[in-house]
Every structure is written in structure tokens, then in C-alpha cells.
């Protein structure tokens, strides 16, 4: 790391201190920390205690065969009865679970808890009457309508462990998902709405079924259960196919639910590593439970009156933790939307619903700060009091934009670290306890051990990066990769050994105060004669200047240094086209803001930035323009023609 790229960082002063009333009344304070420290089981174990167990556990933690954790053994617990059913019988039946809010403008639908109940278990007798059994994988291809939320606790219900694939995924990413897993039920719907058009879904799931077929010509798919949301026409194999409101609403809403062990399997979610094949990451029952509603009601200081909105997909890992489970198993009200970010519309439901607690991506905050303050600022947002930012270092510009603008100035910002492996949230600040730092996630949680290491696995010194690493187990860590222990080792696990570190391949560094900066992947970290630097710093440094709405840099492989630093960025609207010495103004600004090391060698002006459909920069294919190769596989982009518009711009030497 360059030494003036520390200093950069370290240059960041700018300190916010948590509301006063906030601190006061934290639901997790400072002595947090030191409780941990001194019995990390202890502290667990409270944490699981918030939970309704069947039976209780014999033992915390069994860490006698790492890396393969069992958490809360002996204990038995279902994970819907904990989402639904326990929040019924308090007494907060007629509490608001979800607000849903369709993409349409005039479709929306408030679900109660007790609604929620009957709904699940309506599902689960559904399901069974479908032949699903404990055990057996269900896989769930849906958009954001409150079945999918349904559906997902009633295989919990069950012990069906469940894996969701993302609604804009093709026929084959479902396909080798189904295989993977081998599930014999699909949950689907005819359709969704994207930008106000009907979208199908259907005919993705018949393709996929049909892939899955055997030499027999039969697919281990035994139904496909529907759910009618746009009322298109779909084809329909009548063996096979089960429309959900015959199957579902004609269910009993008594179901007695069973509880599974701890460590029963609660679902499989893929995500792509850094081979081709997906990786099935297994979650279970009781310790994702417990990590994920505990964090859940840590990091955003959970209220009873607190409306919560989580802007994930449910097709994603923050979909999972932080709008299902999570916020169930508290008995929160929340905030569920089916479309996508357009301008405007997030404000108006952040006024309608009154809601208090934001989570959203870093990738929206500058799409929106693209589009000016202007937008937010007609509407009322005084309803806010915490804000959550999460998926991908967070720069300190958006960061300080998103606080002003769209928290008013007075909410805390919790830019939270963690991955679909994690299961719940690791590194953030305390909302009540931790003065922010722009572009830091600080430390790791209570009872989390994160660290910062060298090749060697020592520890770094403050002021220094290196390879970001878990050095304590925790309850929400994946427990393996489905049918895949080797990988599973492999991947995270071999790198250090010697002190059984969980790699969780991100860079990181400590600052001067030993605060935690996330670096991106370490595969996005490049080096230039030597000298390592994280793409992300260089976006920052770009964002930062006035012309900047959005950047993405990458390391292109380069004779003379190693890598080079290829940036690619979209001006923001007032900026025009920037003007005939746009490319020497941003690698003056960059040599400036952190070293002529960092300048960039190339700068293209681009229109748009290739995203997949979770918002994440594919700078894959950016290092393919960069390095001058054939485009790789787009299919994961949200819009594929994006790569065409900047090839073009290549082509034309701009
Ligand atoms: C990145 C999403 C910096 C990181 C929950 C991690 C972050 C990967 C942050 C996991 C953050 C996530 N700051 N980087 N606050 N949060 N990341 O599995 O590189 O989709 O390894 O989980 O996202 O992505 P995943």
C-alpha cells in the first residue's frame, strides 16, 4: 500500500457522533463489546435467547471439527414459528408485518402477522398435499409480491430448505440451480412487473424444467406451483402445474409445526465465486436465526413503532437476512416494494409509509446523487432516523451525500460489511455508540472477530492493508458449500491454516485510529509497479470531483508496471460533456486526491456503467475493454447492450 494513498485516507476528518437521544436509548451500547470479549459463547447464546426454542441447546458452539461449526446443539426451533406465529401469540396479530407496495402506482396490500400466519400456514399444508416432505429442496423463481415471503417460511415451517434464484436470472442459471440442489417443487408466478410493463416468468421455469429432464424424459421437478400476478397467458402441463390461489387458498390455516434441530438445513443461496460454477452457500436454522435477527435489532437499533424498509431483491442474501428473516423474527413492520429505483418513487414511499430505518446499496445512493438532490428534496422525509448502506464499499462522497440529503443530516449512517457466506451483518458502526467515519464500516460487531492480515496471517499494524479475515466463528457462517465440503475448505479456509482464519477475500486496511476500510475484492485490488491499490480508492478519488457521477477502475495487465489503471467514468448531467480536457482534468485530480501512482493510464467517458441485476459493476467486462479482448459472457448484465455503447465509445477513441 502507498504510503500516500494512506495518507489520503487518513486525511478523512470528518467525524459524525450518534444523536444524542439515539445513544441514550441504544438497544446495544459500548459495554457491547467488552461483554463479548470476555464470554464470546455467553454473549451468543443471550442472543439466541431472544429467540422461542422447542428445546434448549446442550452446547453453544462445537467447534471440535473446523471448519464445519454447529451452533446451539441439542436445541430445536423453528425458524417460522419464530417469524410468524410467536409475534401472534403475544398479542401483535393485528400488527402490520409487511406493506406492500406493487410497481403499478394505485396496487398496494398491508399484511398483518395474523394474516401472515394463516397465509403460511395455508402454504405449508399446500406444500405437503404437493408431496414436499422435510428435507426435500424447494426452489423458489418469483418476483417481489408478498407470496414469495409466504412461500419462503412455509418450506421453513416445513424443513424444506428453500433456494430462491434471483427473478431475473435465465432459464439455465435456474436450471443447474435445480440440478445442484435437486428440487422437486418449483414456486413461481406467471409474471412480475418491471419498469410498468408485465414481465413473464413462467416460461423461464417450463425451459428450465425441460433441462432438468433425465434420460427418461422426466425431470425431478414433481409440480410447479403458480402464482397468478399479471394474469398473463401461460402454458400449462396439468400434471405438473398448480395454480397457487386453488392450491393455497383452499388450504386448512391450522398447521402444527414441528421443530426442527439447530442445525436443520433452513436454505441453500448461490452465488457465483470466482471459478465459473455457482456456489450453493447452506445456511441453517438456529444460528442464522439468532445472527441475523439479532443484527438485525443491533445495527438499526429496532424499535417497536419503526417502519423498516430493506430495498434488496428477496432473490439475494439482504433479501433473506435483512427482509425476511431477520425483520420477522423481530416483529417488525416493514416496507416491501416490487419495482426498481425510479426517480421520485422511493421518496414517496419513504413519506407515505412513514418509514424510520433505510437499508439500501451504495450503487442507488449515486445513481440517485447522479440525478441531482432536487428529487428527494420534495418530498418529506422527517419520518427517517437511520440509514444502512450495504454490498460494496461505500465512497465518502455518497456517503456524506446520502446522510445530508436524503437523512436530513441528523441520521446515523451504518455502512454494514458482511456476504452471502456471513449470513448476517459483521463490521458496521453501533448506531448509538460509534462517532462515523465517511467510507469506514469501523469495526466488527460485538462477539465478531474481524482482522486485517498479511500474507502470513500476522495482523497489521494500524495504517496498514491487507487481507481482510474472520478469526472467531459466528452463528450465521455458512456451514458448507451444498454437496461440496472440499470447496467449501478450499475457499475459505486454506489460506491461513495455521491460525483457522476464515478468508473472506476482501482487502481491507486499518486507519490510523484502527478502523476498517474495505479495499473490494482482493481480485479488484491492483498492482502498479509494486505499489498495491484498491480500485475502489481511485473510484472515490473520482467521484469525488465535481464533473463525477458515477467510476469504475480497473487493473489492465500492463508491460511495463504490472497492472495499469483503466477508469471508466459517466459524467453527471449538469457537467455537459465535460469539455475537450475532461480525460487530463480527472488524472490531474486523481494524481491529486491520492498519487501520480493512482493516475490513471486510461480514462473513457462512457454513458453507462455494465451492472448486474444486483447492482454490482461487472468490471470483468470492463477489464476486457480495457485489456483490449472480446467481451466475455453478459448475461448476468441488467441491460446486455450496455457493453455496445462503450465499445463504441472505445472504437471512437474517446
Ligand atoms: C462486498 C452482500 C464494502 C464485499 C451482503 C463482500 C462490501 C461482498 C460491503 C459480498 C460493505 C458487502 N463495504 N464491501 N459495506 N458489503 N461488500 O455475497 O466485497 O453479495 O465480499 O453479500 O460484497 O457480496 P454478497
Known sequence: MSEQTLSNLSREERRFEPPADLAADANVKEEAYARADSDREAFWADAADRLDWGQKWDQVLDWSNPPFAKWFVGGTINAAVNCVDRHVDA?????????????????????????????????????????????????????????????????????????????????????????????????????????????????????????????????????????????????????????WHEAVDNASADHEAEMHDSEHPLFVMYTSGSTGKPKGILHTTGGYLTGTSFTHWEVFDLKDDDVYWCTADVGWITGHSYMVYGPLANGATQVMYEGTPEKGRWWQIVQDYQVSIFYTAPTAIR???????????????????????????????????YREVIGGDRCPVVDTWWQTETGQIMISPLPGVTAGKPGSAMKGLPGVGADVVDDDGQSVPDGSGGYLVLTQPWPAMLRTLWGDDQRFKDTYWSRYPKQGFYFAGDGAKKDEDGDLWMLGRVDDVMNVSGHRLSTTEIESALVSHPKVAEAAVVGAADETTGQAVCAFVILRESAGDGGPDIVEELRKHVQKEIGAIAKPRQIMVVPELPKTRSGKIMRRLLKDVAEHREVGDVTTLADSTVMDLIKDKEGSGA
Open 91 to 243: 398479542g401483535n396479530g393485528d400488527k402490520v408485518a409487511i406493506h406492500w407496495v406493487g410497481e403499478p402506482d394505485d396496487d398496494t396490500r398491508d399484511i398483518t402477522y395474523a394474516q401472515l400466519k394463516d397465509e403460511v400456514s395455508k402454504a405449508a399444508n399446500a406444500l405437503t398435499d404437493l408431496g414436499v416432505k422435510k428435507g426435500d429442496r424447494v426452489a423458489i423463481y418469483m418476483p417481489m409480491i408478498p407470496e414469495v415471503v409466504v412461500a419462503m417460511l412455509a418450506c421453513a415451517r416445513l424443513g424444506a430448505p428453500h433456494t430462491v434464484v434471483f427473478g431475473g436470472f435465465s432459464a439455465d442459471a435456474l436450471a443447474s440451480r435445480i440440478t445442484d440442489c435437486d428440487a422437486k417443487v418449483v414456486i413461481t408466478s406467471d409474471g412480475g412487473y418491471r419498469r410498468g410493463a408485465a414481465s413473464a416468468l413462467k416460461p423461464a421455469v417450463d425451459e428450465a424444467v425441460e433441462k432438468t429432464a433425465g434420460p427418461d424424459g422426466q425431470s425431478q421437478v414433481r409440480h410447479v406451483l403458480v402464482v397468478r400476478r399479471t394474469g398473463q397467458d401461460v402454458d400449462w402441463d396439468d400434471d405438473r402445474d398448480v395454480w
Open 367 to 401: 445513481t440517485f446523487m447522479k440525478q441531482g438532490r432536487e428529487i428527494p428534496d420534495g418530498y418529506d422525509m422527517s419520518s427517517l432516523r437511520l440509514l444502512g448502506s450495504v454490498g460494496e464499499p461505500i465512497n465518502p462522497e455518497a456517503y456524506v451525500w
